[in-house]
T-cell receptor, first 115, second 114 residues
């Protein structure tokens, strides 16, 4: 069975600096997708970034980028120029590449931004 | 588009009571699902549906029922509430077109069972 592990329950970063959140996963599949979701205090789950396993190029969305290491089964999220609005829980999620729509979730990392 | 809507936002139940959490989406998505979120854990899938009239169990289905009579609506029923069902519940929907099957979430329902 696939699993997703986020080993950092909490991280803090100074405003305007860069922080990296870790995520590792375990799968025997070769075709899959990975996601990072943000959950601010409002509880709303917001998709931050996504990555196809067959693409070697790391996904980037503005200040958010990933470091996808397929052989190591690692999918870390880098947030550059951290802003106060980035404070939230961040969840890593995995989906198999076939018609299975189910997401497997990590336990989350709480990100604190220090002004 | 309203996206995915859930009602109520908060609910307190006594042990043994039943209730229905409502979920609706206006994006014509085929796939809908219910998750629960507990402290220190990722979201866990309760039930899901790949289309009207089709439902299936997820990881933690016990104590919950679902039905999908229309594409838009996917209610979650708690049959006899227990304190272990105290949690935040999220409904999500996804199109099965494209490749990512990106899931869109409702705002959640915080349920407390006393």
């Amino acid at each position: 069975a696939q699993t997703v592990t986020q080993s950092q329950p909490e991280m803090s970063v100074q405003e305007a600096e860069t922080v990296t959140l870790s995520c590792t996963y375990d799968t025997s599949e070769s075709d899959y997708y990975l996601f990072w979701y943000k959950q601010p205090p409002s509880r709303q789950m917001i998709l931050v970034i996504r990555q196809e396993a067959y693409k070697q190029q790391n996904a980037t969305e503005n200040r958010f980028s990933v470091n996808f290491q397929k052989a190591a089964k690692s999918f870390s999220l880098k947030i550059s120029d951290s802003q106060l609005g980035d404070a939230a829980m961040y969840f890593c999620a995995y989906r198999r590449g076939d018609s299975n729509y189910q997401l497997i979730w990590g336990a989350g990392t709480k990100l604190i931004i220090k002004p | 588009n309203a996206g995915v809507t859930q009602t109520p936002k908060f609910q307190v139940l006594k042990t043994g009571q039943s209730m229905t959490l409502q979920c609706a989406q206006d994006m014509n998505h085929e796939y809908m699902s219910w998750y629960r979120q507990d402290p220190g854990m990722g979201l866990r899938l309760i039930h899901y549906s790949v289309g009207a009239g089709i439902t299936d169990q997820g990881e933690v289905p016990n104590g919950y029922n679902v039905s999908r009579s229309t594409t838009e609506d996917f209610p979650l029923r708690l049959l006899s509430a227990a304190p272990s069902q105290t949690s935040v519940y999220f409904c999500a929907s996804s199109s099965v077109k494209g490749q990512f099957y990106e899931q869109y979430f409702g705002p959640g329902t915080r349920l407390t069972v006393t």
